[in-house]
């Protein structure tokens, strides 16, 4: 049973009266729209749950935020059965705040009242490109051994070393509580008084959360998660909030700006300890696939001179994840010309490439495959995203390409990348999208 871009909400019967609830609701709903995936709604009154959707969707939310319905634990104890080899399908609590543990440990993820639309929407994207990675590296690693018998490296998990935070604040009884709870859990804590000294570690060190002061005001800490978001080592580092109270949050602001959970210091040590390392643990999880990516590959099927992947590695993978059923899967497919529509010589392609190889690599994410299809062509694998999406990536990638200068052997010169980006997903047209995309990698690999 694959699984579709489908959220599967489920929520109490709906009551007109409250108005904030649906408003929560239809604004997560645009939001998963507006990226390419289809909200679904169903009612739990405690006692039925009907027509669920057939096909295993990505990801199911138990949108229960303010009283938790009769009967929980047998509705996902159903639900897990119902979509049985789904195992990996992604189960997030929206729950009331002081939920009890054993509660909560139903499921993947858990979200506390108040819980803002884009922090929900945050964290179902994080976790379903945890799952991308990992069913990205799974079937990679498949491609390897399968098509060029390359064998895994043996495995180096770095989530055995204990999670590290940095606390950036003032020193305050309600910072020391939960610095000793995470110690308590063998967490290494680091201190920072300032932002100064904040970033000075950042930039020395790596943490997997960083927890942030806004007893008086929010600024030092948005200002400080805005700068990690704009800087590509710090940009994945979860960031935590700690307010006095749910009303000195302004959560909107906050969660926009790239803030991943606002704890409240009056809420019980054990939750917030909880969801500080759930945050870490995640971040170990993420960077651990990136060390994964990076020590897979082998000679056969690399290209020399780029150092991304040949052609003959991504047509192999391509019909791996045709035959794993990936949806959506999309491609694009780069064609090197010269500025102004002019004719490159075979010399300047020679000198471009290696160039263009690196920023692609640099360029994409690492679950993304980059290959070098013929001297003047490339491509870019997109497992699990729309066509949409993987058009912005490639319109991004040609713009800061043709804002390079490549330096020839008589004057500096200018590369475009003509892309043409094709989906193929489960629907009817999955079998001519397949069609297209092979057609795209034999016509550039004649």
């Known amino acids: 049973m694959k699984k579709t871009d489908t959220v599967l909400i489920l929520t109490h019967p709906r009551d007109e009266g409250d108005v904030e609830t649906l408003e929560i609701l239809s604004t997560m709903e645009t939001r998963l729209d507006e990226d390419g995936q289809n909200a679904v709604f169903r009612e739990f009154d405690g006692k039925a749950l009907r027509a669920m959707p057939k096909a295993a969707p990505r990801t199911s939310i138990a949108y229960f935020p303010n009283r938790l319905p009769d009967n929980l634990k047998a509705l996902i104890a159903r639900i897990r059965k119902h979509y049985g080899d789904a195992a990996d399908m992604t189960l997030i609590g929206v729950l009331p705040a002081k939920t009890a543990p054993e509660i909560t440990a139903l499921f993947d993820t858990a979200l506390f009242s108040p819980a803002h ?14 799952a991308s990675m990992q069913d990205e590296l799974k079937l990679r690693r498949s491609t390897h051994f ?36 995470l110690q308590e859990k063998s967490a290494e804590v680091v201190a920072a008084f300032t932002s100064f000294t904040a970033f000075d570690y950042l930039h020395e060190q790596d943490f997997d959360a960083v927890v942030l002061a806004a007893f008086e005001s929010q600024e030092p800490a948005l200002t400080i998660t805005a700068t990690m978001r704009r800087n590509s080592k710090l940009y994945h580092t979860p960031t935590l909030m700690l307010s006095k109270s749910k009303k000195g949050a302004n959560a909107g602001r906050a969660y926009e700006m790239g803030v991943n959970d606002i704890l409240i210091s009056g809420a019980p040590t054990e939750e917030i300890s909880g969801r500080i390392l759930e945050l870490a643990n995640y971040h170990r999880a993420h960077d651990q696939m990136k060390t994964d990516f990076g020590a897979i590959g082998g000679a056969a099927c690399l290209d020399a001179a780029t150092g991304l992947y ?38 300047q392609i020679r000198i471009a490439a290696p160039q263009i190889g690196t920023m ?73 999208a397949q069609k297209k995309i092979k057609d795209a990698l034999t016509q550039k690999t004649a």
């Open 360 to 432: 692609l690599r640099s360029l994409v994410r690492v679950e993304d495959c980059a290959a070098r299809l013929a001297p003047d062509s490339f491509a870019v694998l997109f497992p699990g995203e729309s066509a949409k999406n993987a058009q912005i990536a490639a319109d991004r990638i040609g713009e800061i390409i043709a804002c390079t200068g490549f330096d020839g052997a008589e004057k500096t010169f200018t590369v475009l990348l003509e892309n043409n980006v094709v989906e193929t997903t489960l629907a009817q047209t999955r079998i001519d």
């Open 146 to 181: 399968n098509a060029f018998n390359i064998a895994p490296p043996p495995a180096n998990d770095a989530r055995l070393r204990p999670p590290k935070i940095l606390f950036v604040g003032k020193p305050a009884p309600e910072f020391m509580t939960i610095i000793h709870a």
């Open 117 to 130: 639309p884009a922090q929900i929407t945050m964290r179902i994207k994080a976790l379903q490109r945890l």
């Open 310 to 347: 040949n052609a003959a590695f991504i047509g192999a993978h391509f019909e791996n994840h045709c035959n794993a059923q990936t949806a959506p899967l999309s491609m694009a497919v780069f064609k090197v010309i010269g500025a102004k529509g002019k004719t490159l010589s075979p010399e």
